[in-house]
């Protein structure tokens, strides 16, 4: 998948910022606009980008759908709007919502993935060094299958939550 960079000015990346975070994300919203910009036929089509401040809806719910409903957003830690907007949101096309725990979830691996990269970052470092001095290079293969373990474990934790978040909002 090919990379788009770009730098703007401060305040109108914090606005973007600010857009974005209504619309799934910056690299989401990013994506649909290009997509728009260019025509993708391999995309379906989206419901326009907003360009101002969120609405209203107004829904009629019985009694005992209010419960059901109360009972469901808890369960997924989000309270009644969060969790109808989330699913109105995944059926329009748009990424796939988390809760708090789902973020919390993934920024820990993102953080466990980010500390095992430094690590090898370090072992890469003293590889050059030690060649660089023309000594033999001896990294410790327990090092190396450690971390390679660490890794793999971060990952299917990863998979296993955004697989089970998919599955939550596309109804299996």
């Known amino acids: 998948m090919a990379f788009l960079g ?4 401060d305040a109108l ?10 619309e799934g994300g910056k690299s989401a919203l990013m994506r649909r606009l ?10 379906p089509a989206r419901a326009t980008v907003a360009t101002s ?3 209203k809806v107004t829904i009629r719910l019985s009694e005992s759908e209010l419960n059901l409903l109360a009972t469901i957003s808890a369960q997924r830690g989000m309270n009644r709007t969060q969790w109808i ?3 109105v949101r995944t059926r329009l096309g748009f990424p796939v919502q ?11 691996v993102a953080r466990e993935l980010n500390r095992i990269g430094g690590n090898i970052n370090q072992i890469a470092h003293a590889a050059n060094l030690n060649r660089l ?12 299958r ?16 955004l697989r089970r978040n998919a599955d939550y909002w596309q109804g299996r």
């Open 34 to 43: 290009v997509e728009r910009a260019v025509g993708d036929g391999r995309a």
């Open 98 to 108: 988390q809760t708090h725990d789902e973020r919390q979830a993934l920024r820990a």
């Open 133 to 144: 001095i023309r000594q033999s290079v001896k990294i410790e293969a327990e090092a190396i």
């Open 85 to 87: 907007a989330s699913l």
């Open 13 to 22: 990346a914090e606005k973007f910022a600010a857009l974005a975070a209504t």
């Open 53 to 55: 401040a969120s609405r």
């Open 146 to 161: 450690e971390a390679s373990a660490r890794i793999e474990t971060a990952l299917d934790e990863l998979r296993v939550a």
């Open 6 to 9: 770009f730098q703007i000015d």
